[in-house]
C-alpha cells in the first residue's frame, strides 16, 4: 500500500458499557484510535424505515495492518458514524478492508 493512498482521516469508537441511575446498561461510544486510511464508496440506497426516508451509504475503509480495530467498534468519517460490517485482513498489500454501514440514530 502507497502511503500517499492514504489521504482521509477517520476516528475509531469503542463501546463502553454503563449503568445508568435506574441500573439499565447503557453502550455509548468513545474515541479508541485517529488514523488515517483511503476510502472507496461501495454502494448506496434510498430505502424508508419506520416511516422515514434514509440514504444508506456503504463505505470501504481501507487502513494499514497494524490498526487495532474490532467488528464492534464504530467508525467516524465526515461527520457520519458507521458501524463495521465485516474486517479482512489483506496480508499481500499489509492493510485491512473494513466493511462499513451507514448508521440511522
Do not use: W
Not at 502507497?2 to 455509548?28: C, M, Q, S
Not at 440506497?45 to 480495530?69: C, Q
Request: glycine residues 6%; proline residues 3%.
Amino acid at each position: 500500500m502507497k502511503a500517499g493512498n492514504l489521504k482521509e482521516k477517520i476516528e475509531i469508537y469503542k463501546p463502553v458499557a454503563t449503568k445508568t441511575d435506574f441500573g439499565n446498561n447503557r453502550i455509548t461510544y468513545e474515541l479508541h484510535y485517529t488514523t488515517r486510511c483511503m476510502v472507496r464508496h461501495d454502494s448506496g440506497n434510498k430505502e424508508e424505515t419506520n416511516g422515514e426516508i434514509f440514504h444508506s451509504k456503504n463505505k470501504m475503509f481501507i487502513v494499514r495492518y497494524y490498526v487495532p480495530v474490532q467488528e464492534n467498534m464504530r467508525i467516524k468519517y465526515d461527520g457520519d458514524f458507521y458501524s463495521i460490517d465485516s474486517i479482512i485482513p489483506n496480508k499481500y498489500y499489509h492493510n485491512l478492508e473494513i466493511n462499513g454501514i451507514l448508521v440511522n440514530d
